[in-house]
């Protein structure tokens, strides 16, 4: 059972979401928070498995919250997943530095949403195409500095971890990246799994921020490789890519 807190200042729209989910059989609603602050709050009460965050709320934002929320050593298997109106590269950018696992429109529709929350739930990362696009041009156009710490670790990353990590910053599933790089499904996420341990990153949303931030991914990666050349072609990674 998959344990949701909804956060929006709408009492409409948390009363939609709560019909939604209560009306799944694998989900359920834990509380309701009208404002960020009380969306804190509550995380730290209910411990859900996944909060449902809106982006504009008085008293505290949903991108405030969500940092507090991911940065608490006692919510480490919190996931947030924002649900906003607002997919321009500015929030997609903020929500995702804040430790958002997922970014989605408020248009989608509701089985779009229900499988959202369980791919947030299961570790994945979920970004709306509006929201991807935001993300990657904004990263590319002005990537922001990567810390020293981070570009450490990322020399103890293997030339595979390397593969795959870029891989996942151009939004390629473990079944893509395992077809793209001749390795099984699982071995593929053991290799995902390694990096973002080695880099410190909560999921794999954070694994593309900091692809993107520290260089890993080069503004070459907007262009496909081919199947036959490997990835080593487009995605503008450093260091040369293997099978």
């Given at each position: 059972?998959?344990?949701?807190?909804?956060?929006?200042?709408?009492?409409?729209?948390?009363?939609?979401?709560?019909?939604?989910?209560?009306?799944?059989?694998?989900?359920?609603?834990?509380?309701?928070?009208?404002?960020?602050?009380?969306?804190?709050?509550?995380?730290?009460?209910?411990?859900?498995?996944?909060?449902?965050?809106?982006?504009?709320?008085?008293?505290?934002?949903?991108?405030?919250?969500?940092?507090?929320?991911?940065?608490?050593e006692d919510l480490t298997g919190v996931k947030v997943l924002v649900l906003t109106t607002f997919e321009d590269d500015e929030?997609?950018?903020?929500?995702?530095?804040?430790?958002?696992?997922?970014?989605?429109?408020?248009?989608?529709?509701?089985?779009?949403?229900?499988?959202?929350?369980?791919?947030?739930?299961?570790?994945?990362?979920?970004?709306?195409?509006?929201?991807?696009?935001?993300?990657?041009?904004?990263?590319?156009?002005?990537?922001?500095?990567?810390?020293?710490?981070?570009?450490?670790?990322?020399?103890?990353?293997?030339?595979?971890?390397?593969?795959?990590?870029?891989?996942?910053?151009?939004?390629?599933?473990?079944?893509?990246?395992?077809?793209?790089?001749?390795?099984?499904?699982?071995?593929?996420?053991?290799?995902?799994?390694?990096?973002?341990?080695?880099?410190?990153?909560?999921?794999?949303?954070?694994?593309?921020?900091?692809?993107?931030?520290?260089?890993?991914?080069?503004?070459?990666?907007?262009?496909?490789?081919?199947?036959?050349?490997?990835?080593?072609?487009?995605?503008?990674?450093?260091?040369?890519?293997?099978?």
């Amino acid at each position: 059972m998959i344990r949701v807190l909804l956060a929006d200042d709408q009492a409409l729209l948390r009363g939609t979401f709560r019909m939604l989910f209560d009306a799944t059989d694998d989900m359920e609603t834990v509380g309701e928070a009208s404002d960020g602050r009380e969306a804190v709050e509550l995380a730290g009460a209910r411990h859900p498995d996944v909060v449902l965050m809106d982006i504009r709320m008085p008293e505290m934002d949903g991108i405030e919250a969500t940092r507090r929320i991911t940065a608490s050593e006692d919510l480490t298997g919190v996931k947030v997943l924002v649900l906003t109106t607002f997919e321009d590269d500015e929030h997609v950018a903020e929500a995702l530095r804040g430790g958002a696992s997922g970014f989605l429109g408020k248009g989608a529709r509701p089985e779009e949403l229900l499988d959202a929350v369980r791919t947030v739930a299961g570790g994945e990362a979920l970004l709306s195409p509006t929201a991807t696009r935001a993300l990657i041009t904004r990263f590319l156009a002005q990537p922001d500095p990567c810390p020293g710490s981070v570009h450490e670790r990322l020399e103890c990353l293997t030339p595979r971890e390397r593969d795959v990590t870029g891989l996942v910053a151009l939004g390629l599933s473990n079944d893509e990246i395992a077809e793209r790089l001749f390795v099984s499904p699982l071995t593929a996420k053991t290799h995902v799994n390694r990096a973002m341990t080695k880099l410190a990153a909560r999921d794999r949303a954070q694994l593309v921020v900091i692809a993107y931030q520290c260089g890993l991914v080069s503004p070459a990666s907007r262009e496909e490789p081919s199947r036959d050349a490997g990835v080593s072609a487009g995605t503008g990674c450093r260091g040369p890519f293997r099978r």
